[in-house]
């Protein structure tokens, strides 16, 4: 499947949760973590909450991870909470306008901010605004994007 601003919104919205709190964020991040070791690349996966960061859950997929993985965690984790849209949804819009967050929010400091997928905001059915952020950082962005993707809609069919 191509992945367009539209698209990236329908899975926004078909991955609403029922509820979030820790036991979720624990299945969902297991189920993650789970996908991602199909992979050859290592990967972290970042579940927390949105109102506080409280981290909820943290694992790499396998060994070979590095310090930088959470710095992009941080950074994808930014523009979720910001924005309240995926990061892969923010890039493919930016993209779409020939335009870069830099130049769009006249920023100066690109390390603060990374519009490259694999963040990914966690929302409610019911409840205004974004309750939670997941984060992958290891793969290629399309595979960091798709791996939360796959890994909420998993969870939601095991809890429908």
């Given at each position: 499947m191509s992945l367009t601003v539209e698209s990236i919104a329908a899975q926004e919205e078909a991955c609403?949760?029922?509820?979030?709190d820790s036991n979720v964020a624990w299945e969902i991040g297991n189920i993650i973590r789970t996908n991602?070791?199909?992979?050859?690349?290592?990967?972290?996966v970042y579940v927390a909450h949105a109102n506080s960061s409280q981290l909820l859950?943290?694992?790499t997929s396998k060994p070979g991870t590095l310090p930088d993985n959470m710095h992009w965690v941080k950074r994808k984790e930014a523009?979720?909470?910001?924005?309240g849209r995926s990061t892969m949804g923010m890039r493919l819009s930016l993209q779409?306008?020939?335009k870069t967050l830099q130049e769009t929010f006249e920023m100066n400091d690109p390390s603060i901010y990374a519009v490259h997928g694999g963040g990914f905001p966690v929302?409610?059915?019911g409840v205004e605004g974004v309750v939670g952020v997941i984060v992958v950082s290891g793969l290629t962005q399309e595979d960091d994007h798709a791996v939360i993707v796959d890994g909420i809609k998993e969870y939601l069919a095991k809890n429908s």
């Open positions: 609403r949760l029922p509820s979030f991602l070791q199909k992979f050859t690349r290592p990967a972290v859950f943290f694992a523009v979720v909470l910001r924005w779409a306008r020939g929302k409610v059915k």
